[in-house]
């Protein structure tokens, strides 16, 4: 089976890795070349377009990064579907607007070709490790001939219904997970300001209801002043600006969403866009005079 992969970036390079250490036979393409170096060491195919990557390919990846640079991959000039013969699978792994990806979808099936949306939870980490979560919108049949590329680069795959609901998935998750980010960074500032050590303070709430896998996932980035990106602060702030069209789409009051991504576009306005989302944190450390780091046990 020839698999297809466009968009080598943070998530992109370590998925399509795994694609080819598992033996898989890869064709790859990214619009900055010097990302495919490492692949094509490693034996992938170097193709010189989306549409080339489709006419070589059984099933084509996309990891990218807004709607925008969807739709040109697939529908733009030398685009998917220009290169596409009927029977191609497309799965975009990206994490766009439901809305755009049924319209991709139903482009796509006037070609006879299938499209699967299957965006993923976890950040780079998990994604070199090959333990990301998918959840997948589409038919099912599709589905069930693309699990075995989930399996291996990921932990779970989850069928989540037609096309656009593994898309409406991810905006819900990701709007959680940005609450749950926020709510880790108020909680450590307080604690941080009443003197409290913030590394006892985690080891507190992980055993409580008010345990959080951002507290898991950051807290050590922020006591160690690493922010650099898993996942950028531009990214969180732009999947909260898909997941308030989709509130108004489903006609639904979200408003811890709208303080939420009003924070994290005051965080992009101080210069932390292409930090770690965790950068977060600065923006509470200003407001309340402190660092939130570890404290020095020297005696």
Same mark, same amino acid.
């Given at each position: 089976?020839?698999?297809?992969?466009?968009?080598?970036?943070?998530?992109?390079?370590?998925?399509?890795?795994?694609?080819?250490?598992?033996?898989?036979?890869?064709?790859?393409?990214?619009?900055?070349?010097?990302?495919?170096?490492?692949?094509?060491?490693?034996?992938?195919?170097? #193709?010189? $377009?989306? !549409?080339?990557?489709?006419?070589? =390919?059984?099933?084509?990846?996309? &990891? %990218?990064? @807004?709607?925008?640079?969807?739709?040109?991959?697939?529908?733009?000039?030398?685009?998917?579907?220009?290169?596409?013969?009927?029977?191609?699978?497309?799965?975009?792994?990206?994490?766009?607007?439901? #809305?755009? $990806?049924? !319209?991709?979808?139903?482009?796509? =099936?006037?070609?006879?070709?299938? &499209? %699967?949306? @299957?965006?993923?939870?976890?950040?780079?980490?998990?994604?070199?490790?090959?333990?990301?979560?998918?959840?997948?919108?589409?038919?099912?049949?599709?589905?069930?001939?693309?699990?075995?590329?989930?399996?291996?680069?990921? !932990?779970?795959?989850?069928?989540?219904?037609?096309?656009?609901?593994?898309?409406?998935?991810?905006?819900?998750?990701?709007?959680?997970?940005?609450?749950?980010?926020?709510?880790?960074?108020?909680?450590?500032?307080?604690?941080?300001?009443?003197?409290?050590?913030?590394?006892?303070?985690?080891?507190?709430?992980?055993?409580?209801?008010?345990?959080?896998?951002?507290?898991?996932?950051?807290?050590?980035?922020?006591?160690?002043?690493?922010?650099?990106?898993?996942?950028?602060?531009?990214?969180?702030?732009?999947?909260?600006?898909?997941?308030?069209?989709?509130?108004?789409?489903?006609?639904?009051?979200?408003?811890?969403?709208?303080?939420?991504?009003?924070?994290?576009?005051?965080?992009?306005?101080?210069?932390?866009?292409?930090?770690?989302?965790?950068?977060?944190?600065?923006?509470?450390?200003?407001?309340?005079?402190?660092?939130?780091?570890?404290?020095?046990?020297?005696?």
């Amino acid at each position: 089976m020839k698999i297809g992969f466009i968009g080598l970036g943070t998530m992109g390079l370590p998925m399509a890795t795994n694609l080819l250490k598992n033996g898989y036979e890869l064709i790859i393409y990214n619009r900055t070349k010097e990302k495919m170096n490492v692949l094509e060491e490693a034996g992938a195919i170097i #193709a010189n $377009s989306p !549409k080339d990557v489709a006419a070589q =390919s059984d099933i084509v990846f996309t &990891m %990218l990064t @807004a709607d925008a640079a969807v739709k040109e991959v697939i529908l733009g000039n030398n685009g998917i579907i220009y290169g596409a013969d009927p029977g191609l699978i497309v799965v975009d792994s990206s994490t766009i607007s439901p #809305a755009t $990806s049924k !319209k991709m979808a139903e482009e796509l =099936s006037l070609h006879d070709v299938e &499209m %699967l949306d @299957a965006p993923v939870t976890g950040s780079e980490p998990q994604a070199i490790e090959g333990i990301l979560t998918f959840m997948v919108g589409g038919k099912k049949e599709i589905y069930d001939k693309c699990e075995p590329l989930f399996k291996v680069m990921g !932990k779970n795959a989850y069928y989540m219904g037609e096309n656009g609901k593994g898309c409406y998935t991810k905006l819900a998750n990701n709007t959680m997970a940005a609450i749950n980010l926020l709510s880790f960074s108020e909680a450590i500032t307080m604690a941080t300001k009443a003197g409290i050590d913030p590394e006892i303070f985690v080891k507190v709430v992980s055993g409580g209801g008010a345990r959080s896998g951002m507290a898991d996932n950051k807290a050590e980035k922020v006591f160690n002043r690493d922010f650099k990106p898993h996942f950028m602060t531009k990214l969180i702030h732009k999947d909260l600006g898909l997941a308030s069209d989709v509130a108004k789409e489903l006609e639904i009051s979200t408003p811890v969403l709208a303080l939420v991504k009003e924070i994290f576009q005051m965080a992009k306005a101080k210069g932390y866009g292409a930090e770690d989302m965790s950068a977060v944190i600065k923006c509470y450390e200003e407001w309340a005079g402190i660092t939130v780091k570890k404290e020095n046990k020297e005696m």
